[in-house]
């Protein structure tokens, strides 16, 4: 038997490269409606930095935050998302209960600012620069690469992520 098909088993790196995927189609939904949200302030223009000063820092703000509030309750609540429910995944503290709001904050800011770093890095990789900013792109983007890379290496098959915020993700039934 596969040792990944069993329940309590931690998590493999496709299902949660899936659940990824489903749930960063939920947190650009709920961007979409942040965003549509905080139009009115700019009657209906679009949400800059550069135009709408304050407005604009605002909007970062509570875009960022109704992501982490769905992200945060499911972790909170079932230790699931829905994309981690579609994958049959669940996150657990190394004691098998829940996290809490700091875990939540916690783990949610960590993988932020891996996304961020990553997004950036390609970003720059994409474009033509001197050796130093390829080298600073390669090394935004080797840390996303090493976190899920970090569930092969580690016993318990938890990434970087899991282990700043001292949990597991394992399979549920």
């Known amino acids: 038997m596969d040792p990944e098909s069993k329940t ?7 299902r949660r490269l ?3 995927l489903y749930d960063l189609l939920l947190g650009i939904a709920i961007a979409f409606v942040a965003t549509a949200a905080m139009l009115p302030l700019t009657h209906g223009e679009a949400i800059l930095n550069a135009t709408q000063g304050l407005v ?5 703000a509570v875009w ?8 945060g309750w499911c972790w909170t609540r079932s230790g699931q998302t ?3 429910k579609a994958w049959r995944i669940q996150l657990q503290t190394d004691s098998g209960g829940r996290i809490g709001w700091v875990g939540a904050i916690v783990r949610y800011l960590f993988g932020l600012v891996i996304g961020l770093l990553a997004v950036l890095g390609i970003w720059y990789l994409s474009r033509p620069g001197s050796p130093l900013v390829l080298a ?17 290496f580690d016993g318990g098959g938890r990434s970087l992520q899991d282990l700043v915020g001292r ?4 399979r549920t039934t």
């Open 82 to 84: 829905l994309g981690m």
């Open 64 to 71: 960022l935050s109704a992501v982490f509030v769905y992200f």
């Open 8 to 14: 309590g088993a931690p998590a493999g790196l496709f």
């Open 18 to 20: 899936a659940a990824l």
């Open 56 to 60: 604009g820092h605002l909007y970062h």
């Open 167 to 170: 949990v597991h993700v394992v």
């Open 136 to 152: 600073g792109a390669v090394a935004m983007t080797t840390l996303a690469m090493l976190n899920f890379a970090w569930i092969a």
